[in-house]
């Protein structure tokens, strides 16, 4: 699952090739060590929704609190700056 998801998001990355905010823009302060590579999509976005839901297949009853979880990371991906 985890190489299968990295090959689909770095296959992404390198179509979109998009910055990072804080190369696009004076205004944001990456808060932890800055990246070099394409910003979309996250990388640790999507391996957390993905392990979610295999999680979820897994351990229906958990699902809800999975989907949480990961949507939590993506929202602090965007906090730190790196989305």
């Avoid at 990295?6 to 004076?26: F, G, I, L, M």
């Avoid at 060590?33 to 976005?45: L, R, V």
Wanted: net charge neutral; hydrophobic share 40%.
């Amino acid at each position: 699952v985890s190489a299968d998801g990295k090959a689909v998001n770095h296959a992404a990355k390198d179509y979109w090739n998009t910055r990072r905010p804080y190369e696009a823009s004076p205004e944001v302060k990456a808060l932890i060590e800055a990246h070099t590579n394409p910003a979309y999509p996250s990388g640790h976005t999507s391996g957390s929704l993905v392990w979610a839901e295999v999680l979820a297949q897994l351990f229906p009853a958990q699902a809800e609190a999975l989907r949480r979880r990961a949507a939590e990371i993506a929202e602090h991906r965007v906090i730190a700056g790196m989305h």
